[in-house]
Nanobody
């Protein structure tokens, strides 16, 4: 199993940048694919980005492609989400998640472990 803790959220102006981190603890962190999801008030949780176990393969939701970058450092047991050109519609609680599945899963039900989330607010 693995425990996940997100950090780096905050309040930023539209057009700004923010970097989220997800610290993981577990014996086999490097064997997990990792993902980022977000949930805005009154909306369902949605997929943002995923990265495979080695970091070679990534996959993004169309709404963030070109603006967000997911990466991982297995030596540090950490996954990152670099967010640039932020928009008010990016405002949400962001969650990191881990799965034993291979590839870059994008479905909520495909993930086994979840962090507590970190708030990202983008002002107009």
């Amino acid at each position: 199993q693995v425990q996940l803790v997100e950090s780096g959220g905050g309040l930023v102006q539209a057009g700004g940048s923010l970097r989220l981190s997800c610290a993981a603890s577990g014996r086999t962190f490097s064997s997990y694919a990792m993902g980022w999801f977000r949930q805005a008030p009154g909306k369902e949780r949605e997929f943002v980005a995923a990265i495979n176990w080695s970091g070679v393969i990534t996959y993004y939701a169309g709404s963030v492609k070109g603006r967000f970058t997911i990466s991982r450092d297995n030596a540090k047991n950490t996954v990152y989400l670099q967010m640039n050109s932020l928009k008010p519609e990016d405002t949400a609680v962001y969650y990191c998640a881990a799965t034993r599945l291979g590839g870059t899963p994008s479905g909520i039900s495909q993930y086994d472990y979840w962090g507590q989330g970190t708030q990202v607010t983008v002002s107009s």
